[in-house]
């Protein structure tokens, strides 16, 4: 079992910044992926970012050069730094992890942007 607990959620004006956390715990085996991903009322889940256990990154497009992904492997934590913020930013963001048996996601956390 692995748990993912997420932070940093919130209300911001558009142009503004946000950092998300999660912790991951339980039966992690290394190397793992961490990702992001967000889900705006009446649409689908959607990878916002990831980052493997190497540091490799990838982004959705929507997102590259505002969001940023970064880890701190000792914490077993990642982030997702959100500067420019826009209003269509606004969703609930998810942290993922993926095992062979299944993936595991955390209870989310609310980004709403709007002035």
């Known amino acids: 079992q692995v748990q993912l607990v997420e932070s940093g959620g919130g209300l911001v004006q558009p142009g503004g910044s946000l950092r998300l956390s999660c912790v991951a715990s339980g039966s992690l085996r290394r190397p793992y992926i961490m990702g992001w991903y967000h889900q705006a009322p009446g649409k689908q889940r959607e990878l916002v970012a990831q980052m493997t256990g190497g540091g490799v990154t990838t982004y959705a497009d929507s997102v590259k050069g505002r969001f940023t992904i970064s880890r701190d492997y000792a914490k077993n934590t990642v982030y997702l730094q959100m500067n420019s913020l826009k209003p269509e930013d606004t969703a609930v963001y998810y942290c993922?992890?993926?095992?062979?048996?299944?993936?595991?996601w955390g209870q989310g956390t609310q980004v709403t942007i709007s002035s």
């Open positions: 993922m992890v993926p095992t062979p048996s299944k993936n595991y």
